[in-house]
């Protein structure tokens, strides 16, 4: 157990916090033990004036969780009583905090009709956040966040070729906690199969590859 969550940077005008708590459930939940990487990723997106820092609850303790002026949760369908628990632990400690949702868990659940599930969170992201998450923190600076929808949906899919870093610097004081970790090489896929969401997302039915060069650079040591 890491003893605290600490932000990167005291020095920032705002900040934001992602908050990671999987369900821990199925025999493919391994997985969980991964880094997450949809926070890492993101983390490299945030504008310059905000300090990041990530809880992932499997190994920081989510009671000593820093104030943030957002938290950003993410999930899949089997983590929605895990985000909700997650969710009200921090929102009973910061209430006046803004409280964000994305991931596969919020296109998923619109496509079954159920996003009212999620109703609690301030702001719902569908799709990438690469290019979303940076206008709403951006918008956020100003306080015009508050003209934006509760449903905040990518026009499109994010060109990966102009995908960043992942914040290493944030992982290297947790690798050690970590089963392995997941490296992002393309997203999409050509190929139909039939218990896949990964076909019918979007402009997903085809490769979308990233250049050999980021992802070298990517793979390169954190120690
Ligand atoms: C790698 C992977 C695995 C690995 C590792 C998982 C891990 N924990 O790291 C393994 C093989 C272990 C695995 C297992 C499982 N997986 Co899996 N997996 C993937 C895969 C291929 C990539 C996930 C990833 O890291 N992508 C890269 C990151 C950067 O993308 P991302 O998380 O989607 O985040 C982006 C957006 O969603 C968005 N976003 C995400 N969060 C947030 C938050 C905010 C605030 C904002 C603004 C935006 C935002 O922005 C990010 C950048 O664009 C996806 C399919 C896919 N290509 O997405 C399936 C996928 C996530 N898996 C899926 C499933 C079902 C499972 C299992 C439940 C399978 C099973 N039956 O056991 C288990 C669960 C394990 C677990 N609890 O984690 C489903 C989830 C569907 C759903 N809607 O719930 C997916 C989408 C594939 C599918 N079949 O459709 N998985």
């Given at each position: 157990m890491v003893a605290s969550v600490e932000p990167d940077v005291n020095q920032k005008s705002f900040a934001i916090t992602f908050v990671h708590n999987p369900d821990i459930r199925y025999d493919q939940n391994y997985g969980t033990y991964f880094a997450p990487l949809w926070a890492y990723t993101l983390a490299s997106h945030v504008p310059d004036d905000w300090s990041?820092?990530?809880?992932?609850?499997?190994i920081d303790n989510i009671h000593e969780v820093v104030r943030s002026d957002v938290f950003a949760f993410s999930g899949i369908n089997q983590d929605l009583d895990s985000i909700?628990?997650?969710h009200d632990l921090v929102k009973e400690k910061y209430p006046d905090s803004t409280f964000i949702l994305g991931g596969p868990i919020t296109w998923s659940?619109?496509?079954?009709?159920k996003l009212s599930y999620l109703q609690y969170f301030d702001y719902l992201f569908i799709m990438d956040g690469e290019e979303t998450l940076p206008m709403f923190l951006s918008a956020f600076e100003d306080a015009s966040y508050r003209d934006l929808p509760q449903i905040i949906e990518a026009e499109a899919r994010f060109p990966i070729q102009q995908a960043k870093n992942?914040?290493?610097?944030?992982?290297k004081p947790k690798i050690e906690h970590y089963y392995g970790a997941v490296l992002e090489v393309s997203r999409g896929c050509p190929i139909l199969c039939e218990f896949c969401d990964i076909r019918v997302l979007p402009g997903n039915n085809q490769s979308n590859n990233k250049p050999v060069s980021l992802i070298i650079r990517r793979t390169g040591p954190v120690s």
């Open positions: 990041v820092t990530i809880c992932d609850c499997k909700r628990k997650a659940l619109r496509e079954e009709g992942i914040r290493i610097d944030l992982l």
